[in-house]
Every structure is written in structure tokens, then in C-alpha cells.
């Protein structure tokens, strides 16, 4: 990669722990109660702990990884670990993978969107103005992204006040007796729980663009220790306020809480809760266009990333339509989930191996 690139777009390792915040809650929040609570029930809260646990293992990986090769992302290193041929696939996986991903995120988003707020508005319109905003973003780089996840944070914290009142509403029976589930529901819910970090997996692209690559990490960690925290909340609440049976029958818990609490002076919450979240969503969103924007530059080689911006448009349109309806469009997600995991934890620890037995390595100066 080249170097003037590398300056030009750099990030502190502080930024990189908000797109790492950001990218991770914006939508496992609203379903995340409900898919856990299936199979760990009211021991969610440990399942979630365990699966934060097993992500800082992967993370572990992939720094490793990533610092063998600072200059360069997974794209552009993994034909000199693997080979052209090997190196290839793995490259196009990421970017496919990013692309899929950005879709299906996209028409949750908006499913969302103009169920609550704009029911009136055909999707196609909505999908559209949101992509293209999306890819127009990922041209100003990095950095820029990096700049609005981390005024989100802390303009978008007192979104989850709102479910304050719902905690001094629960009821603690719904949370017991602990460890009751059993172990093996309990890593199970662990595994269910995976599923709402990916995202994580973007330091891959963005690891030559971070100055203090010795601190990425540290921040890396406490921003996957953020989202766990933020999960366990929502979880908890969500459990103690309806159980988990009741939780089974709601496709969006988190909205249902919101519905059911009365605050006097003020209207339904959950519009007030979508407002917000629209802003936590559309960042996901947004990495994922970007991550599919650059990976896709790199593969080919090209300059002007508003050229795979012209490509990847109709593509992701076209893949925002694939699920007919709410549920496919939860199909579709677990399958990137799962894609997304083991390109977390298989393809980083492998390569690692393999580079450490060969010897590969990249230029190890930073600036």
C-alpha cells in the first residue's frame, strides 16, 4: 500500500475503538434478546460474557496477523502468505463477504425504517438514497468515518436511558435460578452470540491506517468490553421485564420494551429509540460499504474508488432484495453471521501459522 495513502487517512487506535463500538451494536440490539434467551435463557448474561471472551481470542489473532504485514490489508498480504491462487480466494471472500453483508444490513435497516416511520415510502426509494449515501461516504476515507462514529457515541449515549425505566420495572424471578440452564445451553447461547460482534473483522482493512498499531489491541478489547456491556443491558431488561418465553413471540424485543413503558409528558419512546437508532445502524451499514468499496479497489488495483462505487451500486441493490420478507431477511443474516465467523476465527490463526512457518513477513517500518 502506498505510503502517502497510509498518512493521509490515519486513525488513532482511540478511533478505531468507536468503529468497532459502532459497527457491532447497530442492529444486534433490537433481536439480540430474543435469539439469546432461546437456549440460555435467564444465564444469557454469561453466554454473552463467554462469546465477548471468545471474540478477544480472535482479535488476538488477527493483531497478530495484521502486524506481521503493517503496510498492508488481508487483501493485499494474503497471496504472499497463501500463494496467488489460495491468497485470491481469501481476498475475494473478504470482499464479497463485505458486500453481501452490506446489503442484507442495509434492507434490515430500512425494514425497520419504514415499518415505524416512513410506511408509506416504497423500500426501493429508501434503499437507494441509503446506499448511495453510503458509498459517497466511503470516498472521503477512513478517517472521516472514523470522525462520525466517534461523535455518534457520545451523541447517541442517552439513547439507552430510555430503557431505564423498563430496568426498575423487571421482574427478578424472570432472571432465576442462575446456572439453571446447563452448560451445554449455555455455550450454546455463547455461539448464538458470536454472531452479534461480527464486524469486528474490518481491522483486517483498516490496520495499516492506525498510527499506534502497538496499542490496537488494547482498544480494540475495551471496545468489543462496550458492546458487551451494552448487550448484557439490553438482554437483561428484556429478559426481566417479559422472560424469556414470552421474548420468543417478539421479532424486535427492544421495541416491544419500549412500547409497553408509559412515561407521563411524553409520547411512545419507540419512535424516539428508532430516531436515534437510525443513526447507530446507518454506521454499520456504512463500514460495510466501505470495507466492500476498498476491498474491491485493492483486488483490482484501482485508483478512483468512485469506480467500484459504480459497480457495487446495482449489485447491492440487487442483493437488498433477495429476502421477500422480514424472516429471510434474518435467514440471510445468520448465513453472513456465519460466513463472518470463520473469516474471524479460522482464515486470521490459520494464516498466522502458515506465515510464521514460512517465514513471510512484510516491511515491519511504520512510517
Not at 306 to 335: K, T
Request: net charge positive; proline share 4%; glycine share 6%.
Amino acid at each position: 500500500m502506498r505510503i502517502d495513502e497510509i498518512k493521509k487517512y490515519q486513525l488513532s487506535a482511540n478511533q478505531l475503538m468507536f468503529i468497532i463500538i459502532q459497527v457491532c451494536v447497530g442492529t444486534g440490539i433490537l433481536s439480540l434478546p430474543r435469539a439469546i434467551s432461546k437456549t440460555s435463557r435467564q444465564d444469557s448474561w454469561l453466554a454473552i460474557i463467554i462469546g465477548a471472551l471468545m471474540w478477544v481470542t480472535a482479535l488476538f489473532f488477527m493483531d497478530k496477523l495484521a502486524s506481521l504485514f503493517p503496510k498492508d490489508t488481508i487483501i493485499e498480504y494474503s497471496p504472499k502468505i497463501l500463494g496467488k491462487f489460495l491468497g485470491s480466494i481469501i481476498a475475494i471472500s473478504y470482499s464479497v463477504y463485505s458486500t453481501i453483508t452490506a446489503a442484507i444490513i442495509a434492507r434490515l435497516f430500512i425494514t425497520v425504517l419504514t415499518s415505524y416511520i416512513l410506511p408509506q415510502t416504497p423500500i426501493l426509494v429508501t434503499i437507494i438514497i441509503l446506499i448511495l449515501t453510503c458509498l459517497y461516504s466511503s470516498n472521503l476515507g477512513f478517517k472521516t468515518m472514523a470522525r462520525l462514529h466517534q461523535f455518534l457515541f457520545f451523541a447517541l449515549v442517552p439513547t439507552f436511558l430510555l430503557l431505564i425505566p423498563a430496568s426498575i420495572e423487571i421482574d427478578l424471578l424472570n432472571l432465576r435460578p442462575v446456572f439453571n440452564t446447563g452448560i451445554k445451553s449455555i455455550l450454546k447461547g455463547s455461539y448464538d452470540t458470536m454472531f452479534s460482534y461480527v464486524g469486528i473483522e474490518v481491522l483486517l482493512l483498516i490496520f495499516p491506517f492506525i498510527k499506534q498499531k502497538q496499542k490496537v489491541f488494547k482498544y480494540s478489547t475495551a471496545g468489543i468490553g462496550v458492546v458487551t456491556l451494552t448487550y448484557l443491558y439490553i438482554v437483561m431488561i428484556g429478559i426481566g421485564f417479559f422472560g424469556s418465553n414470552t421474548l420468543q413471540h417478539m421479532i424486535w424485543p427492544t421495541i416491544n420494551i419500549l412500547k409497553a413503558i408509559r412515561i407521563p409528558f411524553f409520547g411512545r419512546l419507540e419512535f424516539l429509540f428508532i430516531f436515534f437508532w437510525i443513526a447507530i445502524a446507518f454506521t454499520t451499514v456504512q463500514v460495510y460499504c466501505h470495507m466492500a468499496n476498498y476491498s474491491l479497489t485493492q483486488l483490482f488495483n484501482w485508483e478512483d474508488h468512485r469506480l467500484s462505487n459504480f459497480i457495487l451500486f446495482p449489485i447491492l441493490i440487487g442483493l437488498a432484495f433477495l429476502p421477500n420478507n422480514i424472516l429471510e431477511v434474518y435467514d440471510y443474516i445468520n448465513f453472513i453471521a456465519q460466513l463472518g465467523t470463520i473469516l474471524a476465527f479460522v482464515i486470521p490463526p490459520s494464516m498466522l501459522l502458515i506465515a510464521k512457518l514460512r517465514g513471510v513477513r512484510g516491511d515491519q517500518q511504520y512510517d
